[in-house]
């Protein structure tokens, strides 16, 4: 098999990148189809639209009605065509840009992503989640290449939420167990092909980055202000996280993730949430070594994400419910069928009770 690496074609990140971003967007199309809700609109609208017509890009601005759906999708391709832009710019938040995505594949036209939150590491992905118009899971779109450019604002970044900071480390806490277990096993990535040693390098400097500027950028992000710690760690959580996860692979963490979707009482977490609870019980299923297990533990104490059940909300009817959602994280297809070893439903409910313990006594402390 083929060792694969993909990657966005350009990749800008910066305080105010939104506005400055033009210069390089002009070499993609003379004129774009801009995409956001009405809130991202009036925070993000006029330094985006701004930066694109002072570089003499031409530029058409539609609200995005909140669903990542055909419909949606064929609306706004309606729109553009009737309007002639040559690109498309998504601004915004996950279903955003993975509209803004779609949207270019099927009209094969260059595609910008602007995130306005830097909680997961799906804006450099060549994937879209697409959902019906109530709102239900539909399918995975995925496209032959990646976008064309994501641009990080910092100093729009720095002002979300602070929550939405800490579940893009959570989710980018993962990058480096799943691809080492996914390169173990010689499993094939959703690149296509195995791991190479770049974008496993890439995977290991996200999480050298996490645990080195990950508690500086939470204090940044506290305050609302761009500092060298919050840049590092939004390149981690959006390029490192999202070139190592789609180049070498996704394995138990994630999966366990999707076990713990069937909760409802999980439903209030973020992605990134269940996902580093996720890679605290991949590290006890595939036993590793005690210090590297603590090192894990401190961080995600540290910068605030779950590492008991009960921080997940699973406070009743343990067993029952855990049991379930290691039946849920082993169905076929799923990526716990990465790890480089067997792995069954009793193996993961072992591994997760065994998480669950190992942040209780981290908590007691």
């Given amino acids: 098999m083929l060792n694969v690496i993909q990657s966005p074609a350009k990749y800008i ?57 055909h419909a949606e999708i064929n609306r706004l391709s309606a729109i553009l065509q009737k309007e002639g832009c040559k690109g498309v710019i998504g601004i ?94 010689r499993a094939t990535s959703m690149a296509g092909g195995q791991s190479t040693a770049a974008a496993l390098s890439l995977a290991r400097l996200c999480y050298d980055t996490l645990l080195r500027e990950g508690e500086k950028a939470l204090l940044a992000a506290q305050a609302g202000v761009v500092s060298d710690a919050l840049e590092r760690i939004v390149e981690a959580n959006t ?37 580093a609870f996720g890679t605290l019980a991949q590290l006890a299923l595939q036993n590793s070594p005690m210090e590297e297990i603590e090192t894990v533990l401190a961080f995600c104490k540290n910068v605030g994400l779950p590492i008991t059940l009960a921080q997940m909300g699973v406070k009743e009817d343990i067993e029952a419910k855990i049991r379930e959602v290691a039946k849920a994280t082993c169905a076929e297809g799923e990526t716990i069928h990465n790890m480089p070893f067997p792995v069954t439903a009793d193996s993961v409910y072992a591994a997760i009770m065994v998480a669950d313990r190992l942040g209780q006594r981290w908590l007691a402390r």
């Fill in 92 to 185: 915004g938040g996950g279903k955003t840009l993975d509209t803004a995505k779609a949207i270019g594949y099927y009209q094969k036209l260059p595609v910008v992503v602007i995130p306005t939150i830097a909680s997961t590491d799906a804006p450099t992905s060549a994937l879209s989640v697409i959902y019906t118009e109530s709102g239900e899971f539909e399918e995975y779109l995925i496209y032959p290449k990646n976008p064309d450019m994501v641009v990080m604002d910092t100093a729009i970044i720095a002002k979300a939420p602070v929550r939405l900071l800490v579940a893009g480390m959570g989710d980018a806490l993962s990058t480096w167990f799943e691809a080492k277990a996914c390169f173990d096993a």
């Fill in 239 to 275: 390029y490192l996280s999202g070139i190592g996860f789609e180049s070498s692979g996704l394995a138990g963490a994630h999966a366990i993730h999707n076990g713990f979707t069937i909760l409802e009482e999980c439903h209030h977490l973020y992605h990134g949430e269940k996902v």
């Fill in 13 to 69: 990140q910066g305080p105010d990148a939104s506005m400055l971003f033009g210069e390089y967007a002009k070499n993609l199309a003379d004129s774009f189809f801009v995409i956001a809700d009405d809130f991202v609109m009036k925070l993000a609208g006029d330094k985006v639209l701004g930066g694109l017509k002072s570089h003499n890009v031409r530029c058409h601005a539609e609200r995005f009605n909140g669903e990542c759906s």
